[in-house]
């Protein structure tokens, strides 16, 4: 295939690729702007190089005709999450939506690979629009830990260093790693719950904390200057106190006070 017709074949994918990366990059800022714990760490995509494309052609030949049904990762998109549960969710996530169908699942997790390989794939069917109309193209979802994540990115870069030849007393190691992963995973499954709810409360902190000073930015333009200075004096002595019990009833007040004004500017808006 010449160059321009394979950039021409593969500029759907890149495009899959652009717009999968920030639906998931969105789903994972619904759940911040929510307080809501994200399932979703990190993403990122690629389009497979043209070599790769064609190595693996070569290895399990596949015919230049069927190479978009057979190489199902030409679209790759990488999720990267905290927590085993976590992989789950997200899986659950994506059967449930409209613009994904779920081509097939690969659970090299509950059936880890010989290699020591960990991960949750789901080869996707998504449409994309192009000049010619909707096309239907497949992606594949890599969905793992951040600690299958370490393992497999060395593992990676390893098997580019020895082709497939990896030397017995690496794959030793790089097995031993495998086993040390499982662990790990399963160590931050045992205290989840814990992780969480302290992760919960340092976003709604967050949150909370952006939303009084947009507040106090505003009051800084409607009310008094020294009525606003006491009103941030109160907050960063209650910000200094680590109580969010007392940061959310501050919110609140503050939310009533700066409703007042708006309501106040409305009322005495001249273009009204
Ligand atoms: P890339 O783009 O460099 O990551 P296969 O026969 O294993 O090549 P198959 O059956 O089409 O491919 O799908 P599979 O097994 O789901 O593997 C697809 C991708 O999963 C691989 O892409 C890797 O990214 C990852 N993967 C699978 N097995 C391993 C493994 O043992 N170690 C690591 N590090 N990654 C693995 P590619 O084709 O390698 O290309």
Redesign the pocket.
């Known amino acids: 295939m010449e160059i321009q017709l394979w950039r021409e074949r593969l500029l759907p994918y890149e495009l899959a690729v652009h717009e999968l990366v920030e639906k998931f990059n969105h789903l994972a800022r619904e759940h911040r702007e929510r307080n809501l714990y994200s399932p979703i760490e990190q993403v990122t995509g690629?389009v497979?190089s043209v070599t790769?494309i064609l190595e693996?052609m070569q290895?399990?030949g596949i015919p230049f005709e069927e190479m978009e049904e057979q190489?199902?990762?030409i679209a790759?998109i990488r999720i990267i999450c905290q927590f085993v549960e976590d992989i789950w969710r997200v899986a659950d996530i994506v059967a449930h939506r409209s613009d994904m169908e779920i081509k097939c699942e690969?659970d090299?997790i509950r059936n880890m690979?010989e290699?020591?390989?960990r991960?949750y794939?789901l080869v996707i069917y998504y449409t994309v629009e192009t000049l010619n109309g909707p096309k239907k193209i497949q992606a594949?979802l890599?969905i793992r830990t951040m600690a299958m994540n370490f393992w497999?990115?060395i593992?990676?870069s390893l098997?580019y260093k020895y082709k497939t030849n990896i030397p017995p007393h690496v794959r030793e190691r790089l097995s031993k790693a495998a086993e040390a992963i499982i662990a790990l995973d399963n160590e931050m499954s045992s205290v989840r719950g814990e992780i969480m709810n302290a992760q919960n409360s340092s976003l709604l902190q967050r949150n909370l904390v952006m939303d009084i000073l947009g507040n106090i930015e505003n009051l800084y333009r409607k009310s008094s200057k020294r009525e606003v200075e006491k009103i941030q004096d109160e907050f960063y002595r209650i910000y200094a106190s680590n109580d969010l019990m007392k940061l959310k009833r501050f919110h609140q007040q503050l939310d009533v006070i700066a409703e007042g004004y708006r309501a106040q500017a409305v009322t005495c808006d001249p273009e009204m």
Do not use: L, M
Request: charged letters at 45%.
């Open positions: 690629r497979k790769s693996k290895r399990k190489v199902e990762d790759g690969k090299y690979k290699s020591g390989y991960s794939h594949e890599q497999a990115t593992e990676h098997q």
